[in-house]
């Protein structure tokens, strides 16, 4: 099993640009979730789902969209990027939202 | 609020030495638990988990945390480390009425020095 994979690894964006941060998993999970990770703040929940169909908002959702029409994939959306979602971005998932959860490798998105 | 807090930032220790790293949280109801590594450029690998049960969890690497209700903490030890070792630590928690929705803390640095 791959696991959790995420792409781009990288990825350098202008202020306004638009993009999807990809994220599949091939372990049958129904729970999946993105985070951010910015110095001393440790990760903060963005958006997560409960498996195909529906998704709810975390911590910080504003500017950010998800969707999640297969069980493997959760896309993260940034409709119009802004120097503030400069951050890593990883996405994790696991059996259901009573289990750990297991993460995929990253992506560090700047936003200039 | 619920909070979850990791008083170190920065931690540095001498290959062999042992290690504690502090976890503290704020939660109405005992939650869900967990330790995570990160090292550098890598995602968070799980270490150990605290559902219920036996207050001393055994994870992989050779760690292990307590769990103790009375302080709220959930502190992660190893006897002797290794530089392999090296990396950031985080602590995590889910409410049971917040079923998902692992919160973190700001995380520790481990620095391994000869």
């Known amino acids: 099993n791959a696991g959790v994979t995420q792409t781009p690894k990288f990825q350098v964006l202008k202020t306004g640009q638009s993009m999807t941060l990809q994220c599949a998993q091939d372990m049958n999970h129904e729970y999946m979730s993105w985070y951010r990770q910015d110095p001393g703040m440790g990760l903060r929940l963005i958006h997560y789902?409960?498996?195909?169909?529906?998704?709810d908002q975390g911590e910080v959702p504003n500017g950010y969209n998800v969707s999640r029409s297969t069980t493997e994939d959760f896309p993260l959306r940034l409709l119009s990027a802004a120097p503030s979602q400069t951050s890593v971005y990883f996405c994790a998932s696991s059996y259901g939202e009573r289990y750990e959860q297991y993460f995929g490798p990253g992506t560090r998105l700047t936003v200039t | 609020a619920q909070s979850v807090t990791q008083p170190d930032i920065h931690i540095t220790v001498s290959e062999g030495a042992s290690l504690e790293l502090r976890c503290n949280y704020s939660y109405g109801a005992t939650p869900y638990l967990f330790w995570y590594v990160q090292s550098p450029g890598q995602g968070l690998q799980l270490l150990l988990k605290y559902f219920s049960g036996d207050t001393l969890v055994q994870g992989i690497k050779g760690f292990e945390a307590e769990f103790k209700r009375s302080q709220s903490s959930f502190n992660l030890r190893k006897p002797s480390v290794h530089w392999s070792d090296a990396a950031e630590y985080f602590c995590a928690v889910v409410g049971t009425d917040s079923w998902g929705k692992l919160q973190f803390g700001a995380g520790t640095q481990v620095v391994v020095t000869p």
């Open positions: 789902s409960v498996g195909a169909g529906i998704t």
